[in-house]
């Protein structure tokens, strides 16, 4: 095993806190639901305990490439895009962190993710529209943001937390089949497959709003820590703010189908694949408001500048 790298970015204590918080409410959670489902399917809990294992390590293990195919992303080359290549080698020596692969989506929509389980195996990736909007110093802003992430390695916290409440939807399917089909005294089984149809499906709910409520936490604490590691970083908040204002307005225009197939990934991306009237409620997202992140790095400009 290698040893851990510490990037030049700035570490936040604050995020780190919350990532320990999150999942450990979320694993407690979790394993709790699982307990629920042996006690209630006896009969069953193998299956239960294999799958539920099994799907969790693939989801772990392969984020990256399951987050690169659902997004339409591939890998490109520095001959491909050697001033996309350039930027990232520039600020991972500026970070000093392992430059992680890059990857393009061919889609109009301004924006960029990261994903990965640690920075060995992670993934940058930007559309063909962000591309086009954006001017280097814009860009660069955009991509130490994602970078970012990667250094601070919430991108695997977000990964695991998010997918463990579709997992919980996952396994009382299968949970409720394998009860069903058990064998056993028929008055006895009847009599647990009833009590397990409500009880379950009802405790897959709060697993499933539980995991919801904490990674929105989560996650839009995580955006206000990226830009603000971004913009020490590459000491130009200001690009930054820029690159967040264009990104912004230019999804509004987007077309509604475009932005709700995004949408499920929004956790993901550098800004939230809204429209204007959807980005004015922002109770359930999972990204702070425009102005907040610009508030922030004004802030961080006068601390710069002092």
Not at 103 to 121: E, H, L
Not at 163 to 188: D, H, K, Q
Not at 219 to 234: I, K, M, N, P, V
């Amino acid at each position: 095993m290698s040893v851990p790298q510490h990037s030049r970015f700035t570490p936040d204590r604050g995020l780190t806190g919350r990532m320990v918080t999150t999942m450990f409410l979320i694993g407690l959670v979790y394993v709790g639901f699982t307990g629920l489902l042996i006690v209630l399917l006896r009969g069953a809990w193998p299956l239960v305990v294999l799958i539920s294992g099994g799907l969790f390590v693939a989801q772990f293990w392969f984020s990256d490439k399951i987050t690169e195919r659902a997004m339409g992303a591939h890998q490109v080359t520095p001959e491909q895009y050697p001033q996309l290549h350039g930027a990232v080698d520039r600020l991972c020596a500026l970070a000093d962190m392992p430059k992680p692969r890059v990857a393009v989506a061919d889609n109009d929509m301004p924006n960029a993710f990261a994903t990965g389980r640690n920075p060995q195996n992670a993934v940058i990736c930007v559309t063909t529209g962000l591309l086009r909007r954006l001017e280097p110093e814009e860009l660069e802003g955009v991509l130490a943001h994602e970078l970012s992430h990667v250094a601070h390695r919430d991108v695997a916290v977000m990964t695991v937390a998010g997918f463990l409440g579709v997992l919980a939807g996952a396994m009382t399917r299968i949970a409720l089949y394998g009860g069903m089909m058990g064998g056993g005294n028929r008055n006895s089984n009847d009599q647990n497959a009833a009590i397990a149809m409500v009880l379950i499906p009802l405790a897959s709910m709060v697993v499933y709003a539980i995991s919801f409520l904490l990674t929105r936490l989560l996650s839009r604490y995580r955006e206000l820590a990226a830009d603000r590691a971004a913009a020490q970083l590459t000491g130009r908040p200001a690009a930054l703010a820029s690159a967040l204002t264009k990104v912004t307005g230019q999804i509004s225009a987007i077309p509604t189908k475009d932005l709700r197939q995004a949408q499920p990934y929004n956790a993901f991306y550098f800004a939230p694949a809204l429209s204007a009237r959807e980005t004015a409620s922002q109770l359930l997202s999972t990204h702070p408001s425009l102005e907040q992140r610009l508030a922030q790095l004004r802030k961080v400009s006068d601390e710069l500048g002092h």
